[in-house]
Structure formats: C-alpha cells, structure tokens
C-alpha cells in the first residue's frame, strides 16, 4: 500500500514564506514525476508545479519565480518553497506522485490528503 502525506501547510502573512513536504511510503519501486496541485474555495484543482525524477521542472505561471519545487530521490520526499506569498495562493495544496509499486507495474498515479495554505493578515 502506497501512501503520500504532507507537511507544512498552515497560516502566513502575505509577503511570507512557507516550506511544504511530502513523503512517499510503502511498497514502492520507483517515483517517475512528483508535484504540487492546488484547490482554492469554488475553484478546480490545478498544478502548481511538477519534477521529475531527473529534476526537470515545471510551474505554473502564477507562481514562476516565487516558488520552487525539488524532491529527495533517496527519501521519496518532494518539497514546495513557497516565497512572497499572496492571498490568492490560498487554498488546499495536494501532493501528487506517479508511482510504480513492481518492475512489472507502468506507475499509478497517487494524491495526498491535502492540507490547507492560508495567506492572510
């Protein structure tokens, strides 16, 4: 059984900074590309900002330049710096993995519980 759980999340000023984590655990082979999803109140779900194992990235736009996303191969863990934050990155952020369990498995894909982000005064 594969688990991802996420730490970090909380309240912040805006301007400030937050450090997210994930940690993979259980019966895993392999993680090919990890990343970070966001859901804001009335809103869908959308990335924020995937790497893969070989650390290429991707962010979306709203955040380049402010966050930064990088991952421990040897600790199956993902990270999500998170600098001068803005209201609007508030929502539940999810931690998202593609993950191959056996030599013989093509990799499914694998959704944290999600915790809640709020920027506010």
């Known amino acids: 059984q594969v688990q991802l759980v996420e730490s970090g999340g909380g309240l912040v000023q805006p301007g400030g900074s937050l450090r997210l984590s994930c940690a993979g655990s259980g019966s895993i082979f392999n993680i090919l590309t990890m990343g970070w999803y966001r859901q804001a109140p009335g809103k869908q779900r959308d990335m924020v900002a995937t790497?893969?194992?070989?650390?290429?990235?991707d962010y979306a736009d709203s955040v380049k330049g402010r966050f930064t996303i990088s991952r421990d191969n040897a600790k199956n863990m993902v990270y999500l710096q998170m600098n001068s934050l803005k209201p609007e990155d508030t929502a539940v952020y999810y931690c998202?993995?593609?993950?191959?369990?056996?030599?013989?498995?093509?990799?499914?894909?694998?959704w944290g519980k999600g915790m809640l982000v709020t920027v506010s005064t």
């Open positions: 998202n993995a593609r993950i191959v369990t056996s030599r013989f498995d093509g990799g499914g894909i694998y």
């Open positions: 790497i893969t194992r070989d650390g290429d990235t």
